[in-house]
């Protein structure tokens, strides 16, 4: 259940005390099956798994949330073949081509039959908040999927008023400045990926893997005016990650020194393995995102 991938936001303290009613209102907008005439379905679930009542855990100044869903599996081969064969019948039986209203028509009879027989996808969608600094953290690198989780939690508070990650100075010039060969901010040394952008629109794109980002060549392309967009970077020789200008978090990696605490001692259940993990998760990115929001100078959500 480590994270790979962080889309931030904050929230205010005033809503620690919505969240001493969480359980009771999550109870109300649990995940569903999704039915024979829908699409999707989407509600929260246990983060200990099947079977499991518990519809959030804290461990300390940390909670965990999962949002579970289901979708269709509805291949647009599919519709569009069956679609295609009632066409054609209509051709060859009335000798007429249906306009777009009919096919319109048709093509929604298609999709109310089809759907019944639809497999449903299921999906697990995480999240922490760190309830001491006011962070909302999705185990997500797409905005969207995010931005769902976060409405998912408001409408069962009622109110969740959470903000996507806002820097005051521009993180792309910071990334920039890095490569250029400024000093990195203490604990932090530069990695060996990047993704260079021109950027005018439709500007040339330069994407780096397993390359020394301090080296000439790198710097050759800072001169001609590309900035960063993405580095990767390595904290306190504990956690190594790809960081954005968006401010999201990609390829997030837990490194030897934080998971020996991991190796030590047994768990005799998936629920107490769950519980360390999320417990040494937490711990260490509450570290990370109290740094990061000093070197990034990220907006605080007023109360």
Sequence with gaps: MLFRNLTLFRFPSSVLADLEALEERLAEHVLHPVGAMELSS???VSPFG??????SHRVGDALLLTLGGEDKILPGAVVNAVLADKLDRIREEEGRTPGGRERKRIK?????DLLPRAFARPS????????????CVVDTSSRKSAENFVSAVREALGSFPAVPANAESSPRALLTAWIAGEP????FVLGDECELRDPVDAGAI????????????????????????????????????????DLVIRKLKF?????????QGERDSQRAE???????????????????????SLSQVEA
């Design 42 to 44: 989407r509600g929260f």
């Design 108 to 112: 929604d009879e298609v999709l109310t």
């Design 274 to 296: 769950i519980d360390a993990v999320f417990a040494l998760m937490s711990g260490e990115l509450h570290v990370l995102l109290q740094r990061l929001g000093e070197i990034f």
């Design 255 to 263: 490194l030897e020194a934080a998971m020996e605490s991991l190796e």
């Design 124 to 135: 697990r969608l995480q999240a922490f908040l760190d309830l001491k600094l006011g962070w």
């Design 206 to 245: 330069i994407k780096c893997r397993r390359q020394e980002l301090e080296a000439d060549e790198i710097r050759e392309h800072l001169k001609t005016g590309k900035q960063a967009f993405q580095v990767a970077v390595t904290f306190d020789d504990r956690l190594s990650f790809v960081i954005g200008e």
């Design 50 to 55: 099947r079977g499991e009542s518990e519809l």
């Design 184 to 187: 990195m901010p203490d604990g």
